[in-house]
């Protein structure tokens, strides 16, 4: 696992935009790159720097296909705080995406099991996908996989802890009985059978969730630690999210990725 450190979220969303914007520019394949894609505030400062590049004409999303990782359930998509709201509202309607390229899953679907496995059938009708970005949550969950799930999951309905309902209420008026208690995600499998798996991690509050993740060992209680195990695994983080990693951690990543970092990979 490579991990990245930037010294702010600034530098890491730019970090993070450039290479996702070099694997699109170097996809040789007469078939769609099809990238994995998560909400949250993680990812804004990249989908900002994607839109800028995307208008500046140094890349395109004509050619890109898109697999949200999860939707609260019980949201119909014109809720404002539906995911497919958020990708639309931040992203999508700013790039030059076609419309049927996106995909999130459905989490007003009368029959929530099968809106799961058609999803996952769907990803694997696109060739699976090439580039799954993430963030994570405090307690270290990616996607909608909340402490103790199955590192082998793949798309199906999880019940959100108290913690990330009392974390995501912000965006429900800080309300917690606002809050869908239940959300379609894919599993932490359908994101390590990605052929890279890309994680954000930010500020103080992702520090703990960052060490139980790189430090110490694939645990279902920290459904990031499944990242271990992937062939092409990358966090990029900001120095605040360092803060709870032993010193030697901090320097040996800072040492080993000097020369790809000064080099721009
Ligand atoms: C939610 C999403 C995750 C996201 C997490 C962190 O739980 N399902 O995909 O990583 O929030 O959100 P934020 O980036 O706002 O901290």
């Given at each position: 696992?490579?991990l990245?450190?930037?010294?702010?979220?600034?530098?890491l969303?730019?970090?993070t935009?450039?290479y996702?914007a070099?694997?699109?520019?170097?996809?040789?394949?007469s078939k769609?790159?099809v990238?994995?894609?998560p909400?949250?505030?993680?990812?804004?400062?990249?989908y900002?720097?994607?839109?800028e590049l995307?208008?500046?004409?140094?890349?395109s999303?004509k050619?890109?296909?898109t697999?949200n990782?999860?939707?609260y359930?019980?949201?119909?998509?014109?809720h404002?705080?539906?995911?497919?709201?958020?990708?639309?509202e931040?992203?999508?309607?700013?790039?030059?995406?076609?419309?049927?390229?996106?995909?999130?899953?459905d989490?007003?679907?009368l029959?929530?099991?099968?809106?799961?496995?058609?999803y996952?059938?769907?990803?694997?009708?696109a060739?699976?996908?090439d580039?799954f970005?993430g963030?994570?949550g405090?307690?270290?969950?990616?996607?909608?996989?909340e402490?103790?799930?199955?590192?082998?999951?793949?798309?199906?309905?999880?019940?959100?802890t108290?913690?990330?309902?009392v974390?995501n209420?912000?965006f429900?008026d800080n309300?917690i009985n606002?809050v869908?208690?239940?959300?379609?995600t894919?599993?932490?499998?359908?994101?390590?059978?990605?052929?890279e798996v890309?994680?954000i991690?930010?500020g103080?509050?992702?520090a703990?969730?960052l060490q139980?993740?790189?430090e110490?060992?694939?645990?279902?209680m920290?459904?990031?630690s499944?990242?271990?195990?992937?062939p092409?695994?990358?966090v990029?983080?900001?120095?605040?999210?360092t803060?709870?990693?032993?010193?030697g951690t901090?320097?040996y990543?800072?040492?080993?990725?000097?020369?790809n970092?000064?080099?721009?990979?």
């Amino acid at each position: 696992m490579r991990l990245i450190i930037q010294p702010d979220y600034d530098s890491l969303s730019k970090w993070t935009a450039t290479y996702i914007a070099n694997k699109i520019i170097n996809h040789n394949s007469s078939k769609p790159f099809v990238l994995g894609l998560p909400t949250g505030s993680s990812p804004l400062g990249t989908y900002n720097e994607l839109i800028e590049l995307n208008r500046q004409g140094t890349i395109s999303f004509k050619n890109v296909v898109t697999f949200n990782m999860d939707e609260y359930v019980g949201l119909n998509q014109g809720h404002t705080q539906s995911y497919h709201s958020f990708m639309w509202e931040n992203f999508f309607r700013h790039i030059d995406i076609p419309f049927d390229n996106t995909n999130i899953p459905d989490g007003s679907a009368l029959n929530i099991e099968e809106e799961c496995a058609i999803y996952e059938k769907k990803i694997e009708k696109a060739g699976g996908i090439d580039l799954f970005l993430g963030g994570i949550g405090p307690d270290g969950h990616i996607a909608f996989n909340e402490p103790g799930s199955s590192l082998s999951s793949r798309t199906r309905v999880k019940t959100l802890t108290h913690d990330t309902v009392v974390a995501n209420s912000r965006f429900f008026d800080n309300d917690i009985n606002k809050v869908p208690k239940t959300a379609l995600t894919v599993g932490v499998g359908t994101i390590m059978a990605a052929k890279e798996v890309l994680i954000i991690v930010n500020g103080l509050n992702k520090a703990r969730a960052l060490q139980k993740g790189i430090e110490e060992g694939i645990n279902h209680m920290w459904t990031i630690s499944a990242l271990q195990m992937h062939p092409k695994g990358i966090v990029v983080c900001d120095e605040l999210a360092t803060y709870e990693l032993k010193v030697g951690t901090y320097r040996y990543f800072k040492d080993i990725e000097k020369e790809n970092l000064e080099a721009g990979l």
